[in-house]
């Protein structure tokens, strides 16, 4: 139901919808990215204060810490239970959990990378990991991304489900599977 309103305004490239890892019920809010990063604008004025039920949509920005990745809005619906089809695969793409100031810095470049690889490994084998960096006067694509490659898509599948929606430095971390192709061919 979420993921229809949202996609009345185009589009989406990205959908994750937050459930409790214990209960498996959604937590009441979601994350989106548009194909198109102009109609964001529009969704969220159209869709914020919309009646849903006995329920007020709260549709804002998502605080993502990234220049050249567009603007996600989230969608949280208090009390709204919903089950969220998705193409699970081996790659899964962290969203909202690094800035590029963190980025640049080469030891906290390297604290992030260990601390991502440390707790990916608590799911599965991380087979392959990729955090794209800021070069100066470079358009680096996917820098605000991190990129966890397990050897089988149900390791990916319960680090999915233990990472979305936990806190990485005071910013709610954003799932979502990712084409391992376009990861291979490091299209970010």
């Given at each position: 139901?979420?993921?229809?309103?949202?996609?009345?305004?185009?589009?989406?490239?990205?959908?994750n919808l937050v459930k409790d890892t214990a209960t498996g019920l959604s937590k009441g809010y979601a994350f989106c990215e548009y194909s198109?990063?102009?109609?964001?604008?529009a969704a969220i004025q159209g869709l914020h204060g919309m009646q849903?039920?006995?329920?007020?949509?709260?549709?804002?920005?998502?605080?993502?810490?990234?220049?050249?990745?567009?603007?996600?809005?989230?969608?949280?619906?208090?009390?709204?239970?919903?089950?969220?089809?998705?193409?699970?695969?081996?790659?899964?793409?962290?969203?909202?959990?690094?800035?590029?100031?963190?980025?640049?810095?080469?030891?906290?470049?390297?604290?992030?990378?260990?601390?991502?690889?440390?707790?990916?490994?608590?799911?599965?084998?991380?087979?392959?990991?990729?955090?794209?960096?800021?070069?100066?006067?470079?358009?680096?694509?996917?820098?605000?991304?991190?990129?966890?490659?397990?050897?089988?898509?149900?390791?990916?599948?319960?680090?999915?489900?233990?990472?979305?929606?936990?806190?990485?430095?005071?910013?709610?971390?954003?799932?979502?599977?990712?084409?391992?192709?376009?990861?291979?061919?490091?299209?970010?």
């Open positions: 139901m979420v993921k229809e309103l949202l996609m009345s305004f185009g589009p989406l490239k990205a959908f198109d990063s102009s109609v964001t604008d849903l039920g006995d329920k007020k949509l709260i549709v804002q920005l998502a605080s993502v810490g990234a220049k050249n990745m567009p603007g996600m809005p989230g969608v949280q619906i208090p009390g709204i239970h919903i089950q969220q089809p998705s193409v699970s695969t081996e790659v899964l793409c962290l969203l909202n959990m690094v800035t590029e100031d963190e980025l640049r810095d080469d030891d906290e470049y390297e604290d992030i990378m260990e601390d991502v690889r440390e707790e990916c490994s608590k799911y599965g084998f991380v087979k392959s990991l990729e955090i794209p960096r800021p070069i100066a006067g470079v358009d680096v694509p996917g820098v605000g991304k991190i990129f966890v490659e397990f050897t089988s898509i149900s390791e990916c599948q319960k680090a999915q489900q233990a990472l979305s929606g936990r806190k990485f430095s005071d910013r709610v971390v954003v799932t979502s599977y990712y084409d391992p192709d376009r990861y291979h061919r490091r299209e970010f």
